[in-house]
């Protein structure tokens, strides 16, 4: 029986990836039933679940690509930066409104809540790691330390999901963006 290519695994991957976040997008957590997710991906749930134990594996295999691609963001041009991201294109950020769900479940669901926290890891390492750059070559404001400003930034974004995921009206947000980004930096 010939092996199957590395190569081949990946694409099924992503493509399983890619039809699970339209679906999330679409339906929600709990929405995105197994029967949705077989169809938005176009495979079976044996061929789904092949790659990913469950739906929450799935979900969390999301959460930490997207993870891992806005910390690459934050490391390189900051937190706000990523959110401008997502004003500008929403349409690969709008499975993110699932976060309004997924607040109940990380309250109610302690090892969902353990997942979701290592996964998102990345994203605040990468942009502690950047306020402390920043800080040393005194541009960022001195009398906070960068983990509180880690927290602020994290309740920002907090709000632009909310406010993106509710369809809520964007308009100016830029603005608001550089009024954040002007509040952390040295005056």
Same mark, same amino acid.
């Given at each position: ?50 790659? $990913?134990?469950? !739906? ?34 929403? /349409? ?12 109940? !479940?990380?309250?109610?669901? !302690? ?30 404001? /001195? /009398? ?6 880690? !927290? $602020? ?35």
């Amino acid at each position: 029986m010939p092996k199957v290519s590395e190569d081949h695994l990946a694409a099924g991957r992503r493509e399983i990836l890619d039809g699970a976040r339209s679906c999330f997008a679409e339906f929600g957590y709990d929405g995105a039933t197994v029967r949705r997710l077989e169809e938005a991906t176009g495979l079976s749930r044996g061929a789904i679940f092949h790659h $990913y134990r469950d !739906k929450e594996a799935l979900f969390l295999a999301l959460a930490h690509e997207d993870a891992e691609r806005m910390a690459d963001v934050a490391a390189e041009q900051g937190l706000v930066q990523v959110m401008r991201d997502m004003l500008d294109r929403p /349409d690969e950020f709008d499975w993110l409104g699932t976060r309004l769900e997924i607040a109940r !479940k990380l309250r109610t669901d !302690k090892g969902f809540r353990d997942e979701w926290i290592a996964r998102s890891a990345d994203l605040e390492s990468a942009t502690l790691a950047r306020l402390e750059r920043q800080r040393t070559a005194g541009r960022l404001r /001195d /009398d906070l330390p960068p983990e509180v400003l880690v !927290k $602020y930034l994290d309740l920002v974004l907090d709000g632009l999901i909310t406010r993106l995921a509710s369809g809520q009206d964007i308009t100016g947000l830029h603005a608001v963006l550089d009024l954040v980004e002007e509040s952390v930096r040295r005056s």
